[in-house]
């Protein structure tokens, strides 16, 4: 059964970089049709998307987010890494990791399944 | 961007009513590409439907979703007592990939 789970640091200074790792286990990150992507979600707000990548090293980016956001992939780990950088209490959330399902070579799907989630918190 | 807004913000039923939540695009959304995901407390989305009206494996078949173009419906046949939690609806016809603002269905 696929598993996700998100770990790193759960405070982080304002200016400095979040960085965060998804490890999958039950199936190998090494496969086509399939993204892998960082959500977030504030606390008791709503939820956006971050960015994803492919285990070939493509990513896809929000836009809203692209100027601060890295997505990495090690696939002798089987784990994929995020970091945001010049964060402010704005990129305070949890963050979750998820599959994204992968349509054509430039348009992703859905998320399934997803990591339990991480909270990080952005102050000094 | 194409932004999702979904109605109502808080629902209140009872167990073995029915509920009608609503998803809103701002632009159509070719093929219905469209997904609903479940949010208990504490606990990450959960993937119901996608492509609009398709349920995802082990979804119980109270669920369904329907609509196109812009607008979206899903329905809850007869609530159970773990249906009640935050329901948010998803485009991904287009990057950015978003969501809407979520339903929260409560027990009356």
């Known amino acids: 059964q696929l598993q996700l789970q998100e770990s790193g640091p759960g405070l982080v200074k304002p200016s400095e970089t979040l960085s965060l790792t998804c490890s999958v286990s039950g199936a190998s990150i090494n496969i086509n049709n399939y993204y892998w992507g960082w959500i977030r979600q504030p606390p008791g707000k709503g939820l956006e998307w971050v960015g994803s990548?492919?285990?070939?090293?493509?990513?896809y980016y929000n836009p809203s987010l692209k100027s601060r956001v890295t997505i990495s992939v090690d696939t002798s780990k089987n784990q994929f890494s995020l970091k945001l950088s010049s964060v402010t209490a704005a990129d305070t959330a949890v963050y979750y990791c998820?599959?994204?399902?992968?349509?054509?070579?430039?348009?992703?799907?859905?998320?399934?399944?997803w990591g339990q989630g991480t909270l990080v918190t952005v102050s000094s | 961007e194409i932004v999702l807004t979904q109605s109502p913000g808080t629902l209140s039923l009872s167990p073995g009513e029915r509920a009608t939540l609503s998803c809103r695009a701002s632009?159509?959304?070719?093929?219905?590409?469209l997904a609903w995901y479940q949010q208990k407390p504490g606990q990450a989305p959960r993937l119901l439907i996608y492509g609009a009206s398709s349920r995802s494996t082990g979804i119980p078949d109270r669920f369904s979703g329907s609509g196109s173009g812009t607008d979206f419906t899903l329905t809850i046949s007869r609530l159970e007592p773990e249906d009640f939690a935050v329901y948010f609806c998803q485009q991904y016809d287009s990057s950015p990939y978003t969501f809407g603002q979520g339903t929260k269905l409560e027990i009356k």
């Open positions: 632009q159509s959304v070719s093929s219905s590409y």
């Open positions: 998820a599959r994204h399902g992968r349509r054509s070579s430039t348009s992703l799907n859905w998320f399934d399944p």
């Open positions: 990548i492919y285990y070939s090293g493509n990513t």
